[in-house]
C-alpha cells in the first residue's frame, strides 16, 4: 500500500467517510489525518465548475470556461494530436480553477442515433473513441490532475438511466462496449474512471466484480480510483468489495454508517475500505499537489483560437454538387435561419459549458470577404410554421447569389436525461429549405447538431456541411470552411442511415423497461449496415474536401499498413486514412469489416507521403466465450485501405496465425448473427449467443423502483407523487420544452433518494417509502418519519465526531 501511514493513523469511521463525497462535486477531507479534500467538476468540453448552487445537470451557473466543441464533433477530426492538446487546454483551465478531477472524456459506444447524449461521445467505433479519449486523458493529466474516462459501461440511453439493466452477451460486451475503455485505461492510464449508472448483466455497474475487478484491474491493469456516477452508488459496501473508490455526489452520514456495519458484520473486510482508500488517498494527494503549484490563471485568447482550429478540423463537408463551395472573396450570401444569430454549439446538462464568448456566424461573417446581403431568421427554432418568417427569408434567398442557410437540432432535442424520439430536422426547417431552394437553387445548408440526422431532404440543396457543435468558437471555423480559408477535413465518426428504421436496435432502444435487450449484437453502426448489406445516407467514415488524394503502394503484414497518399488536387489538404479488416471466409461470425488503424495526413498540392500505420493486438482478435478469452482465427485477412468504409481504394491480403481456440458457436444456429441481419432476431437466437435466458423485465416494488413506476405501488400517496410528476412532466412537453430535472426524477429508482439529498434522506426513509409503496401504508409512513429522526441525531453526532477526530 502506498499510503499505509496515513491509513493506519485512521480509525475505522474517518476511513469510511472519505469513501464518499462531503458536497456535490467536493470529497471529505480528514485535516488532522493529513488528507485535504479535492474538487471533481464537469467536464468533457470544458469545465463547469460551480462556484455557487452545485447540481449535477448542468441547471445552476458555473464559473467562465472555453467551451471546446463537444466530442461527437472532435471524434469528426480523427485526430489524436488535437485530442490531446483539447485535453491538455481543459486540463489548465481545471487546475486553474483548483480542481482535480476533471469528469471525462465520454466514450459510450453510440448504439443507436437516438441516445440523447452522443453529443457527448465520440463515435459508433470502440477504437476510434478509444484512440480519441486516449489522446484527452494524456492531454489532460499533462497537467498533474486527473481525468474521468465515463461512463464505464454499456451506458447508452438515457431513459431509465439510473435503473435499466443492460442486458448483453460476452462477446460484444468486449468487443464493442469495453474496447475503448480498454483503450484508454492502457494508453493513457487515467487517474479515475467513472462507473455508469446502469445495470449490467443484472448487476450494477458500480458493484459489479465482473466489470470493476476481473477486467478493469486485473485484465488492464487499472490502479486508480473509481468513482460513482452522481448518484449511481446502489449498495455501498459492495461497490467497495467489488472495486469501487468514491461514492458521489454526498450520501452523508448513511453511507459512511452503511460501510462501518458491512465491516462489522463481515459483509465486506476492513482490508476492502484499506485498499479503496489507498487508492483515494494516491488520487487526492498527486492531484492536490498538482493543483496547489498550478499557475491560477490560463491564456483563454489562445484557448479560443485552439477551440476554432478543433472545429474547423472537425467539419465534415458531406455534398458539394459542382463546387459550388468554397465560396469566391466577394460572392453575395443570403444568410438565413435562426442559427446564424443564436448558435448551437454545445449540448445540454452536466457537460454544459459557461462560455467565456460566444461567435455568432452573422459577425464572423463580417470579416469573410463575403458580401452579406442580409440576415433572415427563416423559422422558428422550436418548430412552430411561421409563414411571414418563411417568406421574410424567401425574399432575401433571391437576392444573392448563394444562400448559407444554418438549420440545425434545438437545444432539447438532443440533451443529457432525454433520448431523441427521431433523427428528424423539425419539419419548419425542411419547408424552408425548400421554400429557399426553388427561390435560389445555389443554397448550402450548414447543419448544428450533436447527432445523425435523416437527410430526405438532400435534394434541396446543392452543398451540405456538418459542424456539429462546434463550441464557442465553431462559427469561425464554419466561416473559414466555407470560404476556402480552412479546407475541410472531417471524416464521420457514426454513420448517417437513411432512416431511424433502419437502424440496428430499432426495436430494442430505448429499453423503456427494467431491462434494455442489446439483441442487434456486435452489429452496431457501419458493422451492421455493411453486414446486412442496407443502404445508408453517408458511410462511417465519410467526408469530402476541396481536393482529392490517390492512394497507391500499399504493402501490409499483419503488423503494418505502409501506402502513399497523394494530393492530386490543386489545394492543400488532409486526408483521413483508414485501414478495415476483414475475414471474407471467417468460420467465427463477425462484421464485413472492422476499422483496425487510421491516420491523417497533411498534403500541400501535388505532395505524396508515405505512411506507415501500425497495427496492434486488437487487429484481428475477438472474444471466445468458450476459452474465456481474446483469441484469433486464423488464417487470410483482408485489410481493406479506403477513404471512407464504403470507399476503399486498395485492398491486401495478409496471413495471420491463429490461435487455434474451438469455434464457439459450432453446432448452433445463428442465423441471423452470421447474416448480420439482426433487427428481428427471435427470442431463442438471441438466448443461444446470451448463453442464458432472456431476464424477466417486472417492475418490482423495491428501493429501485423508478419514481415513474410508482402507479405499480399499493400506495394512494404514492400515486400521488406519480400523478404529480407525470402531470409535470406531459406539461413540460406539451410546452415543447422537457422538464430536465422532473425527467431526471421520473426516471430515478427510490433508493437515489438516499444518495441525492445531502444526507437529508437515510436508506432506511427509503425502506419505508418502499413498504409504503408495498401497501403498508401506516407502518411505511411511520418507518419514515422514525429513520428520520434517527438520521438527523446520527449524522449530527457523525460529523461531529469526523470534524473533532
Ligand atoms: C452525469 C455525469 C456527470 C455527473 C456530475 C451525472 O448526471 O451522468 O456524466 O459527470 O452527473 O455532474
Known sequence: MKNAEIIAKLNLEQKCALLSGAGTFTTRGCPKGGVPSITLSDGPNGVRKQAGAADHLGLNPSVPATCFPTAATVACSWDPALGEQLGQAMGEEAAAQEVAVLLGPGLNTKRSPLCGRNFEY???DPYLSGKLAAAYVRGIQSNGIAACPKHFAVNSQELRRMASDSVVDERTLRELYLTGFEIVVKEAHPKTIMSSYNLVNGTY?????????????KDWGFDGAVVTDWGGSNDHALGVKNGSTLEMPAPGGDAVRELLKAVETGKISESDVDARLDELLTLVLDTHAAVENHSRSFDADAHHALARRAAAESVVLLKNDGDLLPLAAGASVAVIGDFAETPRYQGAGSSAVNSIKVDTFLDCLKDSGLHSVGFAAGFDRQGKPDDAKKAEAVALAKKADTVLLCLGLDEIKESEGLDRADMKLADNQIELLQAVQQANPNTVVIVSAGASLETPWLAHCRALVYGAL????GAGAMVDVLTGKINPSGKLAETWANAHDDTPARDNFAGAGRTVQYREGLYVGYRYYQTAGVPVAFPFGYGLSYTSFAYSELKADARSVTLTVTNTGSRAGAEIVQVYAAKPDAQIFRPAQELKAFTKVWLEAGESK?????????????????TDSWEVEGGTYELRVGANSADIRLTAAVEVNGTSAPNPYAGKALPHYTSGKVQRVPDDEWEILLGHPIPADTVKID??????????????LCWLVWAVLTGL?????????PNLNVMFQYNMPLRALAKMTNGAISMGMVDGIVLEAKGFWVIGLLKVIVEAVKNIILNAQLESRLRNS
Open 122 to 124: 465520440f463515435s459508433e
Open 205 to 217: 455497474a458500480n458493484e459489479n466484480a465482473h466489470l470493476l475487478q476481473d477486467i478493469l484491474r
Open 470 to 473: 462546434g463550441g464557442q468558437a
Open 610 to 626: 508515405t505512411v506507415t500505420l501500425p497495427l496492434d493486438d486488437k487487429a484481428f482478435r475477438y472474444w471466445n466465450t468458450k
Open 703 to 716: 428501493r429501485n423502483m423508478t419514481l415513474g413506476e410508482l402507479n405499480h405501488s399499493r400506495s394512494p
Open 729 to 737: 412532466l406531459n406539461a413540460s412537453y406539451k410546452r415543447g420544452k
